[in-house]
């Protein structure tokens, strides 16, 4: 905030208050042009046109305020109202005219109250030139009127809130005499010396939307973000949208900014190059276009904000109700609402550069009981804020207390003041509308400080969260006329936080009975936090195998904070669309590394090698998962020495890779093997693939065959030797016979010789034979359906089209 005029945290110099107030009333200008032009509502057109015929007396003639000018008037000033009657009668109204009255001067702020539900017309007229005159007033048709009155004739007396009546007099055929056919009704604040002890207002002007990112992201680099819609948000950010028109307004009061920093990163995200959803599907997107804006609304807010005091919300806002309530039996729910209160102020400092204050628990409505204070402290807030419709006083003050005061466990709650925090939910697009939320507004605040004009009070305002475009021009209109007054002063809320506490005031928490019965039903259910922890789950067990974490933990966990986001109120099914879309999305990774469908195989013969693929449809590479074969009978077919066997497996991204097992046969038949990928932890990953293998190992039959066609060749062998035995005998003997000359003798021993190697050739070759006969023969095995064993390490794997 500006520096203090009084002290600090207070309003700024008489200067900056002339520049924001200028500024606010010439955004503001639009909206009172056109409400100026306005109709009541569709609604009231309607009643106007219809001229029921039972309407008679002062609701004869409709009368609504258009503006009311200045709405804190001093002395010299000239009173300026403007506005529209229409007769709803079904007779002319003759020698009509609009003037003002004004009542008594108001006692206490439910005065104010009793005075908004009634509908009285006493008072002093001030009559004369200062009225609006019409001749006639047909029926059903509208007319506008307009009148200034120096605010010295309206004969007001001492400080405080009087009642102004616009009043319509006229006649009719059934009652020629001048009665009062139509009136309403405002408040008009009187305080033209500053008061001795001013009230010190903190405002808070919150800048929050609803969840509009999902958890998915581009695969390249930069990780391009996925929209599930951008045109809402880009309408927000727009000239003239509800963000815009809060930012442009805001930047020129005394406020508290109150940001929710899933706003910020969303905004942050559509500044660069983004994707968006077509019909709610993932898989049909396009191309974001909305960068140029998001760019200008982040620009400016970040210039508003510098030495302002910003809030930060825990990030995506999460329903702190909903959670205490229905998330607090769900393991782990409470550590998302931790994860949200550190996030956020990194968030808001890397995007707006301003450190912003993230003490504060916002409660839907500022309705608590025990669980919710214990639920919203547990991240690390050490203040609530509540307000004064939930944290109700006891009646033991005869005026509103300051805002802060300590609730027990060394918790402030501020209870922001119920009547000025609801005064702007209406439709406020509607001029009269507008104009009286701003001028009971303005008397409620006046009446605060006449409560005890000599103590000086903290009050804090905490409007709806999502206030339209509309309502944050009545709220900026209103702001801007409680600086021209003299009974307020603006203050941060760490100011009011740090005020001395009213000894008298309300320190009891409402019991958990005592909540809402119609926020309790908009609550999100506690199946929507089992789904969340479920989806979480999902996520610790997947990425533990990621090379690179972040890529997933950090889009998954910011989507899972917002599915617990207070903007889900009272739209469960669109809720519950988002979660399930979050969830859909971590398992289609999940399933992106797995294993191969195998089918069944066929081992013939006592050991092989079965491979088993494993895939990474990923673009990151996947690690520190164990890939397990088990048997189911082990005694029939092992895996390695046992039932199973493990080995590590660590897949590039976009490639698959064959690990191999050794397995044994010991009978035949099938036998069924289990594949099982598990993470290191011992946790299973992904579906086991299950496939049989058809063991059909050497049989006794075969065994004998084999037998038998051993002796035969050996009986061969032993058949050959004797032939070639004998045949060397007849030789002999035939050469004996014969009796050999001179030259042959000469050459005997030659031929002995000859004939004995011979003889020892055949003994040799006969040996051969023998021993060739005796030695077991090992045929070769059939080739095997499954691949022969390998001792090689598994290869690294071929590149899998995606």
Do not use: C
């Not at 001229?51 to 000018?69: C, K």
């Not at 506005?83 to 001067?105: H, S």
């Not at 993932?282 to 904000?305: D, R």
């Not at 933990?553 to 599915?563: E, H, I, N, S």
């Amino acid at each position: 905030m500006a520096e203090a005029a009084d002290f600090q945290g207070t309003s700024p110099s008489p200067a900056r208050r002339w520049l924001r107030r200028t500024g606010a009333l010439l955004a503001g200008a639009p909206l009172l042009a056109g409400l100026l032009q306005l109709p009541l509502s569709p609604s009231s057109y309607a009643a106007e046109s219809s001229a029921p015929a039972e309407v008679t007396g002062s609701r004869t003639v409709g009368v609504s305020l258009n503006s009311l000018s200045p709405s804190v008037p001093s002395d010299g000033d000239t009173l300026t109202v403007s506005g529209r009657v229409v007769n709803k009668g079904k007779q002319a109204v003759t020698d009509a005219f609009v003037g003002l009255r004004v009542g008594p001067k108001l006692e206490g702020r439910s005065a104010i109250d009793d005075a908004s539900k009634s509908n009285p017309y006493t008072g002093t007229e001030a009559g004369g030139k200062y009225v609006a005159k019409f001749a006639k007033l047909a029926p059903g048709v509208p007319q506008t009127f307009s009148i200034s009155v120096p605010v010295d004739k309206l004969n007001l007396g001492a400080d405080g809130v009087y009642q102004l009546g616009v009043t319509l007099t006229g006649r009719t055929a059934a009652a020629p005499y001048d009665q009062i056919l139509g009136i309403e009704r405002t408040f008009l604040p009187w305080q033209p010396e500053p008061a001795d002890k001013k009230t010190r207002t903190t405002y808070l002007w919150p800048l929050i939307s609803g969840s509009h990112m999902t958890a998915e992201t581009g695969s390249n680099e930069q990780q391009t973000p996925l929209f599930k819609d951008d045109d809402d948000l880009a309408a927000e950010i727009s000239p003239g949208g509800r963000l815009e028109q809060l930012l442009s307004l805001g930047k020129d009061l005394d406020i508290t900014w109150v940001v929710d920093p899933d706003l910020l990163a969303s905004v942050d995200a559509m500044t660069r190059s983004y994707r968006v959803q077509v019909n709610g599907s993932s898989t049909t997107t396009t191309a974001g276009t909305h960068q140029a804006v998001a760019k200008q609304w982040l620009n400016e807010l970040e210039k508003a904000v510098q030495g302002e005091e910003v809030v930060a919300l825990p990030f995506a806002d999460p329903d702190l109700a909903s959670l205490a309530h229905n998330g607090t039996s769900v393991t782990g729910s409470l550590s998302h609402l931790k994860d949200a209160t550190t996030v956020a102020g990194t968030t808001v400092k890397s995007i707006l550069h301003v450190t912003p204050d993230t003490d504060y628990a916002w409660p839907v409505n500022g309705a608590i009981d025990p669980s919710i204070v214990k639920v919203a402290t547990s991240a690390g807030a050490d203040t609530v804020l509540s307000r004064s419709d939930s944290l109700e006083e006891t009646g033991a003050l005869p005026y509103t207390p300051s805002a802060a005061r300590p609730i027990g466990g060394g918790t402030t709650a501020v209870v922001t003041d119920a009547r000025l925090s609801t005064a702007f939910q209406g439709d406020m697009t509607v001029a009269g509308n507008s104009t009286l939320a701003v001028q009971r507004f303005l008397a409620q605040s006046l009446m605060l400080t006449r409560q005890a004009p000599d103590k000086q009070r903290s009050v804090v305002v905490a409007p709806q969260r999502m206030p339209t475009a509309s309502q944050a021009q009545t709220m900026a209109q209103a702001l801007t006329a409680l600086e021209d007054g003299n009974w307020s002063q603006s203050a941060d809320l760490s100011a009011a936080t740090k005020a001395e506490p009213d000894a008298g005031a309300t320190t009891r928490i409402p019991s958990a009975s005592a909540y809402p019965s119609s926020l309790r039903r908009q609550a999100l259910p506690q199946s929507a936090f089992e789904q969340i922890e479920g989806t979480q789950k999902k996520l610790d067990s997947f990425q533990v195998i990621l090379s690179d974490k972040s890529r997933v933990v950090t889009p998954f966990g910011r989507a899972m904070d917002r599915a617990m986001s207070t903007s889900w109120r009272g739209r469960s099914a669109e809720a519950a669309t988002y979660r399930n879309g979050v969830e859909q999305y971590l398992v289609g990774l999940t399933e992106g590394v797995g294993l191969i469908e195998k089918s069944d195989a066929k081992l013939s013969g006592r050991s092989a090698t079965i491979p088993v693929t494993v895939q990474n449809n990923l673009v990151q590479d996947v690690d520190h998962l164990v890939l397990r074969l088990t048997s189911t009978q082990p005694s029939r077919l092992s895996i390695g020495d046992g039932s199973y066997q493990e080995r590590p497996v660590a897949v590039s991204g976009g490639h698959s890779q064959s690990v191999k097992f050794t397995t044994n046969a010991h009978a035949n038949g099938r036998a069924e093997v289990v594949a099982q990928l598990f993470t290191k932890d011992g946790q299973a990953y992904g579906p086991e693939v299950t496939f049989d293998v058809k063991v059909t190992e050497i049989t006794a039959t075969v065994m004998l065959v084999i037998a038998g066609g051993v002796l035969l060749l050996v009986l061969a062998g032993f058949r050959m030797y004797t032939q070639r035995k004998r045949e060397a005998a007849r030789q002999a003997t035939q050469e004996a016979e014969n009796g050999p000359g001179d030259d042959e003798t000469e050459h005997a021993p030659a031929d002995d010789a000859e004939a004995g190697a011979d003889a020892g050739n055949g003994r040799e070759k006969t040996s051969a034979a023998e021993s060739g006969a005796h030695d077991p023969e090992h045929p070769s095995d059939p080739s095997p359906d499954t691949a022969p064993e390998i001792t090689d390490p598994s290869g690294t794997g071929e590149r899998v089209d995606r």
